[in-house]
């Protein structure tokens, strides 16, 4: 084993270590044995916190490395992990200096493992040696030096949204997709958000869209259209769901909507589109007409060839030639995967989703917004309103066997994609889980199993949230938030206009609605805010204020065009109390107005409508 701080360390190997051997590719390394406790011992600064960073080059067996946990001075440590390349584990981690100060900076490192093994007792060997891990390098950094990688960068999973220029999310039919666009455009400005796309209409689209206005687009327009359409390589994110209940669903959702031109309208079907509601699954697989031919042709391994298929045009002119050869979209789509291999476009597909921004999984959309707040720094919900769900479909369990065999049969691509992508997810899970105790994380976590309870991994997200949250933004004297920008915060719905009023968000559909500013705790600060409208005079006048878990009195004052001017103080020292200052808007209660009123057929449950909200220091 070698050790090599960047700053020179004085590092004592103590018990249960063999002598240093060295590897061709790793360097030295020592093997720990033959008790299961190794220990190094280190002199530190007292009053300094330190990273740590080590790599196990081997194992005796995967099973002991898996048991390694570290100790410093008998506190365990929380570790990141990732593999380096040369296939060895190169662990992470946090040293506080609590874990120090109290032996005047003497700093006992333990690896610890399960057992010890003999080589000769698993393979014949002739070493007869008690081995666990094999260690290489060790390095101890203070935290305010320079340290690649260190933990308090963005890991490899994590993008920051705002400076990419383009945000495409591809939205395959039928995977909550609708749902997880609305959560989405909560985090752009209303103004810079693109209408969303069908791929029908996608002769329109290159007459008419321009691509330069905006900065986050859907649709459900393939991925090599998409890039080709917005000449750059978009910040790309998708959902995908188990290919049979998809499928059963999007032919259900095509027995409903006659607005699917995409296939009505191929092949001259237009006239011949009711025919779709009068047969059942079995009979779309036995019947051999051109027309049921087209139909599968649309539903089969969509999401496969959503990721996959290519565009063969050098530009947007050559595109536009092609399809005015064709009566309608669909022929144009499948015409480009006739000279590609199925094994090729399952490729393609596996190499675009491993390096989009996010994916998430339908069968795990909860776990799924918990990686989606992780990767892009936002908040972690658990509360959303699940859009665009079939009023009633047929399930597996209604289906013959021999029907569900030729869905599965129709979609191997699909099943051997999402197969992929349901391990691909784990891993991103884990190394989510991983970092966030690594970071945040406290002694009570460290004998917690994978994965975590919700409750822990919330708060870790909560402050994950609040870290980059804070890493993005400088601290402000001065904001003007209008609510048809980007939401900082959560407990919105989406953005609405008034004919007088303009943009105006609806506080709900609970009783709490947050925005979270970075704010500059120079000097006391007076927040305003205008009130264009309640769900009721009882809800407006419950309205409270409270910033940083302290209630803010509020004063208010009716203005000439109707609506309400709230304003209040926020002492400094509130301000002071989180690095983040996180506003909440509460209300007794948030009602339907579908509950006032019979006729109206708005379900949300709402609160008060906000149209501004300033913040400025009290002497201006």
Same mark, same amino acid.
């Given at each position: 084993m070698s050790t090599a701080p960047i700053e020179p360390l004085d590092f004592k190997i103590g018990n249960n270590f063999y002598l240093a051997e060295e590897h061709p590719d790793h360097g030295l390394y020592r093997?720990?044995?033959?008790?299961?406790n190794a220990e190094v011992f280190v002199k530190l600064k007292p009053d300094q916190d330190y990273y740590l960073e080590f790599s196990v080059i081997a194992a005796i067996t995967p099973q002991v490395l898996d048991?390694?946990?570290?100790?410093?001075?008998?506190?365990?440590?929380?570790?990141?992990?990732?593999?380096d390349e040369h296939g060895g584990t190169t662990f992470k981690g946090y040293i506080p200096q609590d874990v120090i100060i109290h032996t005047d900076g003497l700093l006992r490192l333990t690896f610890k493992v399960d057992e010890t093994i003999s080589p000769s007792t698993l393979n014949g060997s002739d070493d007869s040696r008690l081995l666990g891990i094999a260690i290489g390098q060790v390095m101890l950094q203070p935290t305010d030096s320079s340290w690649? #990688?260190?933990?308090?960068?963005?890991?490899?999973?994590?993008?920051?949204?705002?400076?990419?220029?383009?945000?495409?999310?591809?939205?395959?039919?039928?995977?909550?997709?609708?749902?997880?666009?609305?959560?989405? =455009?909560?985090?752009?400005?209303?103004?810079?958000?693109?209408?969303?796309?069908?791929?029908?209409?996608?002769? #329109?689209?290159?007459?008419?869209?321009?691509?330069?206005?905006?900065?986050?687009?859907?649709?459900?327009?393939?991925?090599?259209?998409?890039?080709?359409?917005?000449?750059? =390589?978009?910040?790309?994110?998708?959902?995908?769901?188990?290919?049979? =209940?998809?499928?059963?669903?999007a032919f259900a959702q095509l027995q409903r909507n006659k607005r699917q031109k995409t296939v009505h309208n191929s092949l001259n079907l237009a006239k011949q589109s009711g025919s779709i509601d009068k047969i059942n699954l079995p009979e779309l697989f036995n019947g051999t007409s051109r027309r049921l031919s087209v139909f599968k042709a649309y539903l089969r391994n969509q999401q496969t060839r959503m990721l996959a298929i290519r565009n063969k045009f050098n530009d947007i002119a050559g595109m536009q030639a092609d399809i005015s050869n064709y009566d309608s979209i669909l022929p144009f789509l499948l015409e480009q995967e006739l000279d590609v291999k199925p094994e090729q476009l399952l490729t393609e597909a596996k190499k675009r989703l491993s390096n989009m921004a996010f994916f998430g999984l339908t069968e795990r959309f909860q776990d799924s917004m918990f990686l989606m707040a992780f990767t892009f720094g936002l908040p972690a919900l658990v509360d959303y309103q699940t859009l665009?769900?079939?009023?009633?479909?047929?399930?597996?369990?209604?289906?013959?066997?021999?029907?569900?065999?030729?869905?599965?049969?129709?979609?191997?691509?699909d099943l051997q994609l999402y197969a992929y992508a349901r391990q691909l997810f784990q891993e991103r899970y884990e190394h989510m889980q991983y970092d966030?105790?690594?970071?945040?994380?406290?002694?009570?976590?460290?004998?917690?199993?994978?994965?975590?309870?919700?409750?822990?991994?919330?708060?870790?997200?909560?402050?994950?949230?609040?870290?980059?949250?804070?890493?993005?933004?400088?601290?402000?004297?001065?904001?003007?938030?209008?609510?048809d920008q980007a939401m900082p915060g959560?407990?919105?719905?989406?953005?609405e206009q008034h004919p007088d009023f303009g943009p105006y968000r609806w506080s709900g559909p609970h009783r709490c609605s947050i925005l979270d500013f970075v704010l500059s705790d120079e000097t006391d600060l007076r927040i305003t805010f205008s009130v264009i409208a309640a769900v009721s005079q009882e809800v407006l006048a419950s309205l409270s204020l409270i910033v940083n878990e302290q209630p803010i009195g509020l004063a208010m004052k009716r203005a000439d065009d109707g609506s309400f001017n709230f304003s209040g103080i926020i002492p400094k020292a509130v301000i002071s109390r989180r690095p983040v200052s996180r506003?909440?808007?509460?209300?007794?209660?948030?009602?339907?107005?579908?509950?006032?009123?019979?006729?109206?057929?708005?379900?949300?449950?709402?609160?008060?409508?906000?149209?501004?909200l300033k913040i400025n220091p009290l002497e201006a």
């Open positions: 093997w720990t044995g033959p008790a299961r048991s390694l946990v570290v100790l410093a001075n008998y506190r365990p440590l929380l570790l990141v992990t990732s593999k690649p #990688n260190q933990i308090n960068t963005l890991s490899s999973l994590e993008v920051d949204l705002q400076p990419i220029e383009k945000v495409l999310f591809l939205h395959i039919p039928k995977t909550a997709g609708t749902t997880l666009a609305a959560i989405l =455009e909560q985090y752009f400005d209303h103004d810079k958000i693109g209408p969303f796309l069908f791929t029908q209409d996608l002769p #329109n689209i290159i007459e008419e869209y321009d691509f330069d206005r905006y900065h986050y687009f859907r649709g459900h327009i393939p991925y090599g259209i998409m890039k080709l359409l917005l000449r750059a =390589e978009p910040a790309c994110l998708t959902i995908l769901r188990d290919p049979v =209940e998809r499928y059963i669903s665009n769900v079939a009023p009633s479909r047929p399930h597996q369990r209604d289906l013959p066997p021999e029907t569900i065999q030729q869905i599965r049969a129709e979609n191997q691509l966030l105790l690594a970071r945040y994380g406290q002694p009570v976590h460290a004998q917690l199993a994978l994965p975590l309870p919700q409750t822990i991994l919330m708060d870790l997200l909560a402050q994950h949230y609040q870290w980059r949250h804070r890493q993005r933004t400088n601290p402000a004297r001065s904001i003007t938030y209008c609510f959560r407990g919105w719905h989406l953005p506003v909440v808007f509460e209300v007794a209660k948030t009602i339907a107005p579908s509950q006032l009123d019979p006729a109206h057929d708005d379900d949300r449950p709402l609160g008060i409508a906000i149209r501004w």
